[in-house]
């Protein structure tokens, strides 16, 4: 019997969860490390499970079946872990994380001083520099206009690096 080895799939845009199915109707063995984020419409808290690593979806499978997970549509590739052992103590450390009750996110690479773009919300589009973070997901951002600065509280995930 072959040995089991880790890949890291590169999913299609949002395609993390119909990777996880599919492999799941082929018998792979599957991993998508997810957190819970809630958010309110309406005035009804709906609480969704998002990938912690979004485009991303851990497989252990033997090397002869890498060419079933390529055929599916959901992968736009399949990397290989060179280091199985750490690979695997991480992965393990990663999920134990996820079982406590303590608030889990990827920590964002926007970090003070950056230049970013908001990309949702009424301010869309408008640029500004991060002047400080507050936590994982708050940060405040300054905007300059016509010589004056302005500052406004956003979260972090309506922003992307400029």
Same mark, same amino acid.
């Given at each position: 019997?072959?040995?089991?080895l880790? /890949?890291?799939?590169?999913?299609?845009?949002?395609?993390? %969860?119909?990777?996880l199915?599919?492999?799941?109707?082929?018998?792979?063995?599957?991993?998508?490390?997810?957190?819970?984020?809630a958010h %309110?419409?309406?005035g009804?808290?709906?609480?969704?499970?998002?990938?912690?690593?979004p485009?991303y979806?851990? @497989?252990?499978?033997?090397?002869?079946?890498r060419?079933?997970?390529?055929?599916s549509d /959901?992968?736009?590739?399949?990397?290989?872990?060179?280091d =199985?052992?750490?690979f695997?103590?991480q992965?393990?450390?990663?999920? =134990?994380?996820?079982?406590?009750?303590?608030?889990?996110?990827?920590?964002?690479t926007?970090?003070?001083?950056?230049?970013? !773009? @908001? !990309?949702?919300?009424p301010?869309?589009?408008?640029?500004?520099?991060?002047?400080?973070r /507050?936590?994982?997901?708050?940060?405040?951002?300054?905007?300059?206009? @016509?010589?004056?600065?302005?500052?406004?509280?956003l979260?972090?995930?309506?922003?992307?690096?400029?």
């Amino acid at each position: 019997m072959e040995p089991l080895l880790w /890949y890291v799939a590169h999913t299609q845009p949002r395609c993390e %969860k119909k990777l996880l199915q599919f492999c799941v109707r082929k018998d792979l063995s599957a991993t998508l490390p997810c957190y819970r984020s809630a958010h %309110k419409y309406r005035g009804k808290t709906v609480v969704f499970q998002k990938p912690l690593f979004p485009g991303y979806v851990f @497989i252990q499978m033997p090397l002869e079946r890498r060419g079933v997970v390529l055929q599916s549509d /959901y992968v736009a590739n399949l990397l290989d872990v060179h280091d =199985q052992e750490l690979f695997t103590r991480q992965l393990g450390e990663v999920m =134990q994380a996820l079982e406590t009750d303590l608030e889990i996110r990827l920590a964002p690479t926007i970090g003070e001083g950056a230049r970013v !773009k @908001i !990309k949702n919300g009424p301010l869309r589009g408008v640029e500004g520099w991060v002047e400080k973070r /507050y936590g994982m997901s708050v940060v405040l951002l300054r905007l300059d206009f @016509i010589g004056q600065a302005a500052a406004v509280k956003l979260e972090a995930t309506d922003l992307e690096m400029v």
